[in-house]
């Protein structure tokens, strides 16, 4: 069984197995991140991993889970919104029963 050595901030150095490792990379940003939970205090520790990390992880054994950023974080796609686009959010906020008292004027 391959072991991975991880410092949890509260209790100091330890070693854990592969399987109590979470590996989440982000492509887009070019960046990943590891977690596990610490076998002393219980505390989930998450940390930046590097390519080299993610690597390593993922030859080890590591499933990574792959995640894209949300369009609405990647930047403007299609300009500004427009007042279709909010009527189209109006429409689904009633839609759902979540739309404020304050919309009702709109």
């Known amino acids: 069984m391959a072991i991975v050595n991880v410092t949890c901030p ?9 399987a ?6 982000f492509p887009l940003l ?14 989930i520790v998450s940390k930046p991993a ?3 990390q993610q ?3 993922r030859s080890a054994g590591v499933q990574a889970q792959i995640l894209d950023l ?5 930047g403007p796609q299609e300009g500004p919104m ?5 009527r189209k959010f109006r429409i689904a906020l ?13």
């Open 10 to 18: 509260k209790c100091g150095d330890q070693s854990l197995p592969l």
């Open 20 to 25: 109590a490792i979470t590996l989440t990379e």
């Open 30 to 43: 070019g960046m990943g991140l590891y977690r596990f939970k610490c076998k002393y205090c219980s505390l």
């Open 50 to 52: 590097t390519v080299k």
């Open 55 to 57: 690597i390593q992880l």
């Open 70 to 74: 949300p369009l609405t974080l990647q």
């Open 82 to 86: 427009t007042d279709d686009d909010l």
């Open 94 to 106: 009633e839609q759902y029963n979540s739309c404020p008292e304050d919309f009702n004027g709109l």
